[in-house]
């Protein structure tokens, strides 16, 4: 099975940049569809951006659009997700999350596979 591994999250300031990577062993990332999820203290664990397993369609969290960039590198087996214009609410421990069928969920009980996460805090 698919394993996960996170790295890249740090402190930045608003309005700064950072970019995420989840690096994948015992399996091929493009063989699953897979996502960034995020989690504040005390908040619910929610999808901020996903890509599908053909690479073909992605979506984000309306709040992200236009500041976040979901890509794959499947020579490197390497999900990213690239973090412009970060705000304070961005703060939160972000999770990469693989599922086996291609339809994007926003559901985290759909995701198999999850990295342990990588603590992302934006200061104002």
């Known amino acids: 099975q698919v394993q996960l591994v996170e790295s890249g999250g740090r402190l930045v300031q608003a309005g700064g940049s950072l970019r995420l990577s989840c690096t994948a062993s015992?399996?091929?990332?493009?063989?699953?569809?897979t996502g960034w999820f995020r989690q504040a203290p005390g908040k619910d664990r929610d999808l901020v951006a996903a890509?599908?397993?053909?690479?073909?369609?992605?979506w984000y969290k309306p709040s992200v659009k236009g500041r976040f960039t979901i890509s794959r590198d499947d020579g490197k087996d390497t999900l990213y997700l690239q973090m412009d214009i970060t705000k304070p609410e961005d703060t939160a421990v972000y999770y990469c999350?693989?599922?086996?069928?291609?339809?994007?969920?926003?559901?985290?009980?759909?995701?198999?596979?999850w990295g342990r996460g990588t603590q992302v805090t934006v200061s104002s």
């Open positions: 015992g399996g091929t990332l493009s063989s699953y569809t």
């Open positions: 890509i599908t397993s053909s690479n073909d369609f992605t």
């Open positions: 999350a693989a599922k086996h069928l291609r339809e994007i969920s926003f559901l985290p009980d759909q995701y198999a596979y």
